[in-house]
Each structure stands twice: as structure tokens, then as C-alpha cells.
């Protein structure tokens, strides 16, 4: 048997097992890819809220980082809840030490719950030198206003907001749009030379919790095998919302989804 490739993931730790670490590791595995984790901060939460957070030290986050690449060599890397911007900092100068190039930059900010994971003063070093560093980065449309700096109402306007997200530095941009107004979803994809659109039907649900951490994971299982990006982001898109779907009904609050849920052929459409 071949050794399978490697994925790793820089984000927090959810005791309620539904986004952060949890949903990562398991979608890596969906995938057929082994996980690793280097964890930013351990949070007490559930499906209806977060209690607590507690940030683990930058250079703790580096050791980790080090210490998978050195010897288990991830093929491709993730973040997630990176809290601060002396956790972003050190990530940033540790993939750069490794030699990690291959990264998914999932810029999570608030929790669905409504609780902030990401200090605003985070804001510029998330912008300035995680950005430039990342082949695909997998923002709805409050973080893209963030990180463009202007107004994501419109189809429009998210086209707008992943050009500028491109002028900053990023590889391409998976502009999500969940929170457009109507039934009908859409997902923007933008990489300097293709533009790509997914529209399809709301699914009207509660077990939601995990989306943007499993969708994130999904993308960096596939540049992990080897995919273009193009088409590590249309089989994470299937793969997540597959396990939206298929969601186990678990909770009071926003539920997790179905990790189990079987990888499909890899589709761009």
C-alpha cells in the first residue's frame, strides 16, 4: 500500500466536534488523506455558542507546524481560527521556514453563534502576510468586505471584492455567498484568468456548524492529492454540500454535518 499524501491544519480546537480541528481531520480522512494539526487555541463551545477560549502561545504554534513538516512533509496546509496576530505571524514565518507552499486560507472571524474569533487588530497582519501566501483563500461575504475593504451585497459586488482579494496577494478566491438575499445560492471563483459561478438552491437547515472549516479542509485534501485548483474547489463544494444534506440532526443550536459522507467524482459544474 502507498503511503497516502499528508494535509495539515493550523486552527482551533471545537469540544463539540462540528468545525475547527474536528471537522478538518475529519474531512482529511473522507478524502483519503492523513491529518495533522497544529492547534491556535482550545475552545469550550457547542452547537449553540461558544464559553470560552483559550489561545495557545505563538511559538507553541510554530513547534507544531515544525514539527509535522520536518518529518511527516504535508503536501498542503489549511488554516482556521488563528485568534491573533501574533499566532498569524508566526504561522506565516513557520510555512515560510518549512517550505510549506501549498495553503488554504479559510479567514475565520466570527463564529456562527455570533461570537468573534479573530481580534480586530488581527485584521491588517491577516491581510498583509498570511494573504500573499495562499493558493486559495475561502471567504463569505462579511470577511470578503473585510478583506477587500468594501460593501458585498450583490453578485456584483462579489466580484468586485475577489478581484481586490487578488490584488492583495491571493492565488484565488472561493467567495462564498451564503448570506446574498433570495433562494438561490452563489459561489464565485476567481483566479486572475478563469471566472467560474455554482448556483443552486438553499438548503433550508439549522445544522450548518463546520461549513466554511469542512468546505476549507475539503479544498486542501485535494491540492494535497495533487488537483488543480479549479477542481479541489468544485469536489470540496460537492463534498460539503453533500454533508449539509445528509446532516446526523445533532444538537440545540446550529448542528454539525455528515463527515461521513462518501467523496463523489470530482465535477467543476
Given amino acids: 500500500m502507498a503511503a497516502p499524501q499528508v494535509a495539515l491544519t493550523i486552527a482551533g480546537s471545537d469540544s463539540g466536534g462540528g468545525a475547527g480541528i474536528q471537522a478538518d481531520l475529519k474531512t482529511f480522512h473522507a478524502f483519503g488523506v492523513f491529518g495533522t494539526s497544529a492547534i491556535t487555541a482550545i475552545t469550550a463551545q457547542n452547537t449553540v455558542g461558544v464559553q470560552a477560549i483559550q489561545k495557545v502561545a505563538p511559538d507553541v504554534v510554530a513547534d507544531q507546524i515544525r514539527a509535522v513538516a520536518e518529518d511527516l512533509k504535508p503536501a498542503a496546509a489549511k488554516t482556521g481560527m488563528l485568534a491573533d496576530a501574533q499566532i498569524i505571524e508566526a504561522v ?42 495562499a493558493q486559495v483563500v475561502t471567504p463569505n461575504l462579511p470577511e470578503a468586505a473585510i478583506l477587500s475593504g468594501r460593501s458585498v451585497a450583490t453578485i456584483d459586488d462579489m466580484k468586485a471584492a475577489a478581484e481586490a482579494i487578488l490584488e492583495r496577494g491571493a492565488g484565488s478566491v472561493l467567495l462564498k455567498g451564503g448570506h446574498l438575499a433570495g433562494d438561490v445560492l452563489v459561489d464565485l471563483f476567481l483566479d486572475g484568468q478563469d471566472c467560474h459561478e455554482w448556483r443552486e438552491t438553499r438548503l433550508a437547515t439549522p445544522h450548518t456548524h463546520g461549513t466554511g472549516c469542512t468546505l476549507s479542509a475539503a479544498i486542501c485534501a485535494g491540492l494535497a492529492l495533487g488537483r488543480p485548483r479549479l477542481e479541489a474547489v468544485a469536489g470540496g463544494r460537492d463534498y460539503t454540500r453533500r454533508a449539509i444534506e445528509t446532516a446526523p440532526g445533532l444538537g440545540r443550536g446550529h448542528g454539525p454535518l455528515n463527515h461521513w459522507v462518501e467523496v463523489g467524482s470530482v465535477t467543476r459544474s
Avoid at 495553503?103 to 488581527?122: I, T
Fill in 92 to 133: 506565516a514565518n513557520t510555512l515560510e521556514e518549512v517550505g510549506l507552499k501549498q495553503l488554504v486560507l479559510d479567514p475565520v472571524m466570527v463564529a456562527k453563534s455570533g461570537d468573534r474569533l479573530l481580534q480586530e487588530d488581527a485584521v491588517s497582519a491577516l491581510i498583509e502576510i498570511l494573504l500573499p501566501r
